[in-house]
């Protein structure tokens, strides 16, 4: 057997992808990454991701490695397996921990990732030591937005080092550090999924840098020159008294749920809903950042809830240990102001669409497959709402069981940390929404799409002539997820 049964389950989901396979995830589990950051709070999310997708051996270099050790901790918790050291005393002219690193054999990823100018000085470092024997992500982060740059040893070792010239350069007026913990969230998804391609050599890594802009969800290879998103300076000063008055209900508390989860918690959204009726199991862990080995069988909200709790005391959690029903929607929706979908079956899918036009209530949704999502925001009367889409929910037979579908850890991470951006700008009234867009992301390209899509008329819940005017009976074909 290539791997013990205990990873097989617990990596099932990339496991049944013939990318990965059981060979694929033994050799992710014999690489190791170094990690170079300025302290815990930036590379946290990035680390969790790392040790969920099973990158066996993480070596941290911070300037501050306060808390690193705890961390470590709940890192083991996700994945025994993974193991976690600090390099941080180290020269930080090294190139990596020797003696952690000398033994593998598995393949190496130097991450650096800061602003604009904690990057410029590792870059420099890196280049000057020439050491052509490692790839190199470089993960540029500003408010809100992210420039990364991945440099992959191909078969004649040279490394395209990014110019720094390139880097963003945060502007003063759009500060803010909600839209900075936001974009470490999100950059710390990505990056770890460029990881799992660099050590598998899968997919393609486009030689030009990728830029994001979360506030106005733009994506671009071509430079920042063009991304002017800061006219909204006056509800960003706004934005935390805002947020922790806000009630946040995330329905579903699994692959999405759980960065959406921690992004909001992290950033101070005052009241948070989590329901979900599922308990934790090991085949949940290569994603689901929340939950940890020692709480397998526990009900996902209180394993959510315990973690959440530890990561920021001051904010309310309330769980509900349920599924989402007909009967029970209304009631609960009623109580928030936005309800964020963490969903992977299609019954509830229609369900909580069907609730939140009739409650008025603004939704953000995603869904992911293998190395692919997609997302959207459906505010009632703003925009198209899922049955604009797909009109009438297929029956149980053209449905393929969402337990059989394979699933990259990191993919969920992307997705659920862009529907925590969305819930923080409806909250806010700040940047420009996915409402008449879909997002759709290919981790494989490392490429995000933002097509356009309009309101059908002929909607039926949401048209001119509706035929749905209540909510209906929603088959249950598989869990949440
Ligand atoms: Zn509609």
Not at 312 to 319: E, G, L, M, Q, R
Not at 404 to 420: C, D, K, R, T, Y
Request: glycine share 8%.
């Amino acid at each position: 057997m290539i791997l013990p049964e205990s990873q097989i389950r617990r990596f099932f989901r990339h496991i049944i992808m013939p990318e990965i396979s059981g060979q694929g995830q033994k050799k992710l589990l014999e690489s190791w990454v170094e990690v170079c950051g300025a302290s815990i709070k930036e590379i946290m999310p990035l680390l969790y991701y790392l040790t969920a997708v099973g990158i066996g051996k993480i070596s941290c270099n911070l300037i501050n490695d306060f808390g690193l050790e705890k961390l470590a901790n709940n890192l083991k918790d996700i994945n025994p397996d993974v193991v976690v050291v600090n390099s941080s005393s180290q020269d930080t002219e090294a190139t990596g921990n020797e003696t952690f690193f000398k033994t593998s054999d598995g393949y190496g990823v130097k991450i650096i990732m800061g602003d604009r100018d904690f990057i410029s000085e590792r870059m420099q470092l890196q280049q000057e030591a020439d050491s052509a024997q490692v790839s190199v992500i470089a993960a540029a982060i500003g408010p809100w937005q992210g420039l990364l740059h991945v440099s992959r040893i191909q078969e004649s070792c040279d490394i395209d080092f990014m110019n720094l010239d390139d880097l963003i350069i945060a502007r003063q007026k759009c500060l803010s550090s909600e839209g900075m913990v936001l974009s470490y969230c999100f950059m710390g998804a990505l990056v770890s999924a460029e990881v799992v391609k660099i050590c598998l050599k899968i997919g393609k890594t486009p030689n030009k840098p990728l830029f994001y802009d979360l506030l106005s969800m733009t994506f671009s290879r071509e430079g920042n020159g063009d991304f002017n998103v800061c006219e909204d300076s006056k509800h960003i000063e706004l934005l935390a008294k805002k947020l922790s008055d806000a009630k946040v209900l995330i329905v579903g508390v699994g692959g999405l749920g759980s960065p959406v989860a921690f992004a909001l918690t992290s950033i101070g959204v005052g009241n948070i809903g989590l329901i979900d009726g599922d308990r934790v199991e090991l085949t949940n862990l290569n994603r689901q950042i929340l939950h940890s080995t020692s709480r397998i069988g526990m009900p996902k909200v209180e394993s959510a809830r315990q973690f959440l709790e530890e990561l920021n005391p001051s904010v309310d959690i309330v769980t509900y240990y349920a599924n989402l029903t007909k009967e029970n929607a209304m009631d609960l929706i009623n109580d928030y102001d936005v309800i964020v979908a963490g969903l992977d079956n299609l019954p509830s899918r229609y369900l909580l669409n069907d609730a939140c036009f009739f409650a008025g209530k603004p939704l953000i949704e995603a869904g992911v497959l293998r190395f692919n999502g997609m997302g959207r925001t459906i505010v009632p009367k703003k925009g198209p709402c899922y049955r604009c889409i797909f009109p009438d929910m297929p029956s149980s037979g053209n449905i393929p069981s969402c337990l059989e579908s394979g699933i990259l850890g990191s993919v969920p991470g992307v997705m659920g940390f862009m529907q925590a951006v969305e819930t923080v700008k409806i909250i806010g009234g700040i940047g420009k929404l996915l409402i008449n867009q879909l997002l759709l992301f290919e981790a494989l390209d490392m490429e995000f799409r933002v097509p356009s899509f309009r309101k059908d008329p002929r909607c039926p819940l949401c048209g001119k002539k509706p035929t749905i005017t209540a909510l209906q009976e929603y088959e249950t074909i598989c869990e949440q997820g």
